[in-house]
């Protein structure tokens, strides 16, 4: 059972248009959302975080979006460039039973700007 | 220091093997993960250590065995591995408790299992 989802694989954008990356979860547990970018021979890259009792946090280029009714986040990258191409993976955490907090990540889009 | 490094970055080994894979950080952090990841696949959770005890084993082969001897390093000890343990291996080390949502992650190792 997938918790965290990300439904398409693929995206490709112009450069200097805006990219649109979106992911759904199904846990109402879930209380702290993140995005990371991965390079193939590199691990994954923090990008933007945001907690439910937000809505939207706006870093710079990125934007992320918290639809907590419809278990729904976005991260826009506005404007896009040829260097955002790469995989980005959603996370969702939550506090396990431990104590410890873990996440579940998206199964990822990978995200091709286009010069 | 906000780097997690891993060594080694490619390790091939036979299935009677017995290897370890590194981690170390320098940002005082507290919580280190390892995960699995598969091509084309999200990484998945396998180890969590909190202040060098383990708190998280998502039910994980023996044949994988994690080891945090101080708050800087965490290993992970493979033996016996089967060939669909071929996967990179990423380490992570984040702040302890509800400070620590962010993680921050190493290169990784890609192991193949021959």
């Known amino acids: 059972d997938q918790q965290v989802k990300q439904n398409s694989p693929s995206l490709s954008v112009q450069e200097g248009r805006i990219s649109i990356l979106n992911c759904d979860y199904t846990n109402s547990m879930f209380d702290y959302f993140l995005w990371y970018k991965k390079y193939p021979t590199e691990g994954p890259t923090f990008l933007i975080s945001?907690?439910?009792?937000?809505d939207k946090n706006e870093d710079g280029r990125f934007t992320v979006f918290l639809n907590k009714s419809a278990k729904h986040l976005s991260l826009h990258i506005v404007p896009s460039q040829p260097g955002d191409s790469a995989v980005y993976f959603c996370?969702?955490?939550?506090?396990?039973?431990?104590?410890?907090?873990?996440?579940?990540f998206g199964t990822g889009t990978r995200l091709k700007v286009l010069a | 220091d906000t780097e997690v490094t891993q060594t080694p970055k490619h390790l091939v080994m036979g299935m009677t093997n017995k290897k370890s894979l590194k981690c170390e950080q320098h940002?005082?952090?507290?919580?280190m993960y390892w995960y699995k990841q598969k091509a084309k696949k999200p990484p998945e959770l396998m180890f969590v250590?909190?202040?060098?005890?383990?708190?998280i084993n998502e039910s994980v082969p023996s044949r994988f065995s994690p080891e945090c001897p101080n708050s800087s390093l965490l290993n992970l000890h493979l033996h016996a591995l089967q060939p669909e343990d071929s996967a990179l291996y990423l380490c992570?080390?984040?702040?302890?408790?509800?400070?620590?949502?962010?993680?921050?992650f190493g290169p990784g190792t890609r192991l193949t299992v021959l």
């Open positions: 992570a080390s984040s702040q302890a408790g509800a400070g620590g949502r962010e993680q921050f």
């Open positions: 250590y909190s202040y060098e005890k383990l708190s």
């Open positions: 996370a969702a955490s939550g506090r396990g039973t431990s104590g410890t907090y873990k996440y579940i």
């Open positions: 940002m005082g952090h507290r919580a």
């Open positions: 945001i907690s439910s009792i937000k």
